[in-house]
């Protein structure tokens, strides 16, 4: 499937325009920006070049006009991966952007947050640390910064590395 990627001007107009974009069922992931498109904030959300007029439309008619609709035409356009993976052995660590999540594999249990420098990263440790991954709460439920949203991308993906095949 070919695919396309709207860059928006910061990070929090790309987390709206996700939300938005999942609501109305569109397969969307955000993901960084290959460097030769670089513009705005470090993210940008790919999506099914197919479904380009429509999606611009809703985005329009939502407010949130992205920069520009790049189609990715070429492997020098290739997104960067937003997940760096560490297995320390007894413990996995999954890093997403400035955010890091690291649990003991053998319990599943969230042993340390760390990375960011906003606000709400000490309260997001305080609530997650300690709890397995079925226990611990949504990140994103609990906060509403650029970190908190890394740090739910860098839960997704290790819930998804840690799930049954």
């Known amino acids: 499937m070919d695919r396309g990627f709207l860059v928006f ?15 109305a069922g569109w397969p969307v992931q955000v993901m960084g920006p290959p460097p030769e498109i670089q513009r705005g904030c ?3 959300i790919a999506f099914p070049l197919i479904e380009r007029l429509n999606i611009s439309r809703l985005l329009e008619a939502s ?32 890093r997403a952007a400035n955010m890091k999540i690291c649990i003991a594999k053998a319990t599943r249990t969230i042993v340390n947050i760390s990375g960011g420098g906003c606000p709400d990263v000490p309260y997001l440790a305080a609530m997650l640390v300690g709890k397995t991954l079925e226990e611990a709460p949504s990140p994103r439920a609990l906060g509403h910064t650029l970190c908190g949203y890394a740090l739910q991308l860098a839960y997704e993906e290790l819930v998804r590395q840690c799930s049954p095949s």
């Open 9 to 23: 001007e910061n990070t929090s107009e790309v987390i709206q325009a996700e939300n938005l974009l999942k609501a």
């Open 42 to 44: 470090d993210l940008v």
């Open 63 to 94: 407010g949130f006009t992205p920069l520009e609709t790049v189609p990715v035409t070429g492997p020098l356009l290739q997104p960067v991966d937003l997940f760096q993976t560490t297995d320390y052995g007894d413990w996995l660590m999954i």
